[in-house]
C-alpha cells in the first residue's frame, strides 16, 4: 500500500486527506483485482437495511458503490467522518479462502480502520 499520490507523508496530511488518499488506494486496489463494477447497481440494492448490504450486494459492490462515495461525501462536504468503522474484518470474513488474493485491498480497509477508528481523539 504504497502512497505514491501525494509528496507528503500521510502523518503531516490532515485526516480527511489521508482518507482521500487511503480511497483512492482502495480504488486502485479494487480495480487490479479485477473487482471494480462498470456498471451501477440498481437503486433498489443500494438501499439495503442489512450492514455491508449483504441481501443485494457483494462486498466489493458495497465498498464501491456504497462505502467510498460515502466517505468522500463526507470529506467533501467537511462532514464529521465516522469514528467507530471496522471494514477490514468483514474483508476478512468474505475473502478467507482467498486471503493472498485480496491483500492489498485487506491491507487498505485495514488502514482506513485504523485511521478513523477513534480519530477524533487524536486532535
Given at each position: 500500500m504504497a502512497n505514491s499520490s501525494s509528496n507528503k507523508p500521510m502523518a503531516a496530511q490532515s485526516i480527511a486527506?489521508?482518507?482521500l488518499t487511503l480511497l483512492?488506494?482502495?480504488e486502485a486496489d479494487l480495480q487490479a483485482a479485477e473487482l471494480w463494477d462498470k456498471q451501477m447497481p440498481k437503486p433498489a440494492q443500494l438501499?439495503?437495511?442489512q450492514p455491508f448490504a449483504t441481501d443485494t450486494l457483494d462486498?466489493?459492490?458495497w465498498v464501491q458503490f456504497i462505502m467510498i462515495?460515502?466517505?468522500r461525501q463526507c470529506v467533501q462536504q467537511r462532514k464529521?467522518?465516522?469514528t467507530k468503522i471496522a471494514v477490514s474484518p468483514m474483508a476478512?470474513?468474505?475473502w478467507k479462502g482467498q486471503l493472498k488474493a485480496h491483500r492489498e485491498i485487506i491491507l487498505t480497509l485495514k488502514a482506513i480502520d485504523e485511521l478513523l477508528d477513534g480519530h477524533h481523539e487524536r486532535h
Open positions: 486527506q489521508q482518507t483512492a488506494q482502495l438501499m439495503s437495511s462486498f466489493h459492490q462515495p460515502s466517505l464529521p467522518l465516522p476478512l470474513e468474505v
